[in-house]
């Protein structure tokens, strides 16, 4: 299904070519009707000679109305420019001409109409003339030809033959999966609801299908599917289709909003964008200028951050920053118009090179201008590694989506990326949701892992005789998503730049070292404790004698056994408590506290701590005063 438009100054005929054509008159406004006069977008169709059926989108010519003019011709296969034989070009013949090539529409026809009022051969070719000149620096300098009357028909078939054969040189639309419908009209039909009409790009739609309606984000259903009044079940890409919504009221839906499938896109307010001023703007480009933006369907106010200079001067090409103060939703390759606010004028164009920036850019980064460069025109791999830098860890869906590449250049890509080890491939796995698979360059890895490294040394700095730094102090530390942080984790883990210890991080080559004077306090320590084994000094005495830090460190190198609030006993000690306990209890017997503090010939605390202890790791059950073996 293809797509074309009409362009050219008002009052040379588009709408009555229009209708000579396909037998339906463009204009549907009462005020076009009493003023014989296009105001808004007009819409028909007609069949080719070969069979092949073509949707027209009629737009309308006058200055005044520029606006509606842009929201028709932003997803066209071709066009056809019209330009009165009795008046030549005039000034929105050069406008719609800029906004073409600017757009770059690259197939066309030039209709030279009103033949019939003009017997001057001499003139004719004067107009002739004019437009191959006007054309030749555009991307429809090798545009056909065509004199016709709408009146009389000269030249209609010869219009229809020209059209078929310039349609069939243009590319089939592909389906990239990711279905996109700019609304250029709404209304509502009384036992249907709501309808939307626009050009479908990038993927299909069809019927029973859940909707987005962006920027607003309101959810519908598609309930039909129209092309050209023909029901349809599936809409392909590049064909003009109406869709039938339930769940959306009419006045949910202005021009400009896009239909899209759940998650496919998101709205931004921030654009980077490669610009090109034309060579007769009516004035140069600077920093912070407020302009109005057209994409697709949508116009908004946006004010311009030039990147890398400081103004761009008539017929130069920058690279600028957009803010907008409404969003949109765009993707990579996507084409606008800037124009002047007031009055207005069209300024330029330019392509979309990233539709998500991460941040405001530093205007002088020239990193910024290199990376840009390299999103515009590098390989699928360089493409795809100039987002991953800007993104930093990303899920391959939303990635797929920002880059817009089909999806073999961009599975291609990716594998370049992982092949030159310029990028890692991990996977999250979230209990009770599928595996999610993630992106990240190489740059911004080696980023996250220093972090990682430099927050877990400094821990041991700060506290060398601890194994690691708890887990959960960490994440907390790390500059990313939750469960993003976790998997850097681990890929650090498996890259043996760190070892998990359970709940704590160490870097993989750490061990606790003491020092000179803390071993022959350790070795102090012993003496004492082997003085008085069953009897040792409260943990609140150790602490006073040894410091927390090492009292700690001694208990999870499992040279010291904890066994109570206050109790501890050296390692060894402990075991050879533990086998007595069991070898006394082996065979049915049974303890009480004051036997176990008779067979150590220590005092109650100290039974009482070791027996309760046991029956926490479940050594021993408590019956009534005495224990047996658990």
């Known amino acids: 299904m293809k797509v074309i438009a009409t362009a050219g100054h008002v009052d040379h005929g588009k709408s009555a070519l229009v209708e000579a054509l396909t037998g339906t008159h463009p204009d549907r406004l009462k005020e076009e009707k009493e003023r014989e006069m296009t105001i808004d977008l007009g819409f028909a169709w007609l069949d080719l000679p070969g069979g092949e059926r073509v949707g027209i989108i009629d737009v309308p010519g006058h200055r005044d109305f520029i606006d509606n003019m842009l929201a028709g011709v932003g997803a066209?296969?071709?066009?056809?420019?019209?330009v009165a034989a009795d008046e030549g070009i005039m000034p929105q013949t050069r406008e719609h001409l800029a906004i073409l090539d600017l757009l770059e529409v690259e197939r066309g026809i030039v209709a030279m109409t009103k033949v019939d009022l003009v017997r001057d051969e001499e003139w004719l070719d004067f107009v002739k003339k004019d437009i191959y000149d006007l054309l030749e620096p555009t991307k429809l300098s090798k545009a056909t030809f065509v004199q016709v009357s709408a009146l009389t028909g000269i030249g209609l078939d010869e219009l229809r033959a020209a059209l078929e054969t310039v349609l069939a040189e243009s590319p089939v639309k592909v389906d990239a999966g990711r279905p996109r419908l700019p609304v250029d009209r709404s209304f509502s039909i009384a036992g249907f609801g709501t309808i939307v009409t626009g050009t479908l790009v990038d993927g299909s739609f069809s019927i029973g299908d859940d909707i987005v309606l962006l920027p607003s984000g309101k959810h519908g259903r598609i309930r039909g599917l129209q092309t050209h009044s023909e029901e349809i079940k599936i809409a392909?890409?590049?064909?003009?289709?109406?869709?039938?919504?339930?769940?959306?009221?009419?006045?949910?839906?202005?021009?400009?909003q896009v239909v899209v499938k759940p998650s496919h896109y998101q709205a931004t307010r921030r654009l980077d964008i490669k610009f090109r001023l034309l060579g007769d703007a009516v004035q140069e480009i600077k920093h912070d200028q407020q302009v109005k933006l057209f994409h697709a369907t949508t116009q908004r106010q946006a004010r311009i951050r030039l990147l890398g200079l400081d103004r761009i001067e008539p017929g130069q090409s920058g690279w600028m920053q957009i803010e907008l103060l409404e969003p949109i939703v765009a993707a990579r390759g996507d084409h606008i118009i800037l124009r002047r606010p007031s009055p207005g004028a069209t300024l330029g164009g330019g392509m979309v090179i990233d539709p998500h920036p991460a941040r405001r850019h530093r205007r002088m980064d020239k990193s910024?201008?290199?990376?840009?460069?390299?999103?515009?025109?590098?390989?699928?791999?360089?493409?795809?590694?100039?987002v991953l830098k800007n993104s930093g860890p990303i899920n391959f869906k939303v990635l797929s989506e920002v880059v817009n590449l089909q999806d073999e250049a961009f599975r291609e890509g990716v594998k370049e990326l992982i092949v030159d080890q310029r990028a890692l491939q991990?996977?999250?796995?979230?209990?009770?949701?599928?595996?999610?698979?993630?992106?990240?360059?190489?740059?911004?890895?080696?980023?996250?892992?220093?972090?990682?490294?430099?927050?877990?040394?400094?821990?041991?700095?700060?506290?060398?005789?601890?194994?690691?730094?708890?887990?959960?102090?960490?994440?907390?530390?790390?500059?990313?998503?939750?469960k993003i942080k976790n998997a850097m984790i681990n890929l650090a883990e498996e890259e043996h730049m760190i070892r998990l210890l359970g709940d704590q991080v160490a870097l993989f080559d750490f061990t606790p070292q003491l020092t000179a004077g803390q071993s022959e306090q350790v070795s102090l320590l012993?003496?004492?404790?082997?003085?008085?084994p069953y009897s040792t000094p409260s943990v609140k005495e150790l602490k006073e004698t040894i410091g927390e830090e090492l009292l700690g460190y001694l208990t999870t190198e499992g040279i010291l056994a904890r066994v109570g609030e206050d109790v501890v006993f050296r390692a060894e000690t402990y075991r050879d408590m533990v086998e007595q306990v069991t070898a006394k209890l082996s065979g049915g017997g049974t303890l009480s506290v004051?036997?176990?503090?008779d067979m150590f010939s220590t005092s109650r605390k100290y039974a009482l701590a070791l027996m309760e202890h046991l029956d926490q790791i479940k050594v021993t059950v408590r019956e009534g005063d005495v224990r047996r073996l658990a």
Do not use: C
Not at 76 to 82: E, M, N, P
Not at 372 to 383: I, P
């Open 76 to 82: 066209i296969d071709a066009v056809i420019l019209v």
């Open 236 to 256: 392909i890409p590049g064909s003009r289709v109406a869709i039938n919504i339930s769940g959306l009221d009419v006045d949910d839906v202005q021009r400009g």
């Open 368 to 386: 910024v201008v290199e990376r840009l460069k390299q999103l515009a025109s590098g390989t699928a791999g360089d493409v795809v590694e100039a």
């Open 426 to 482: 991990f996977v999250i796995r979230d209990q009770g949701a599928d595996d999610d698979t993630f992106l990240i360059d190489r740059q911004s890895w080696q980023k996250i892992l220093a972090s990682l490294i430099e927050i877990t040394r400094d821990y041991h700095k700060r506290l060398p005789l601890r194994r690691g730094i708890p887990l959960q102090e960490l994440r907390s530390r790390l500059a990313a998503e939750g």
């Open 526 to 532: 012993m003496h004492k404790l082997d003085r008085n």
């Open 594 to 597: 004051a036997d176990v503090r």
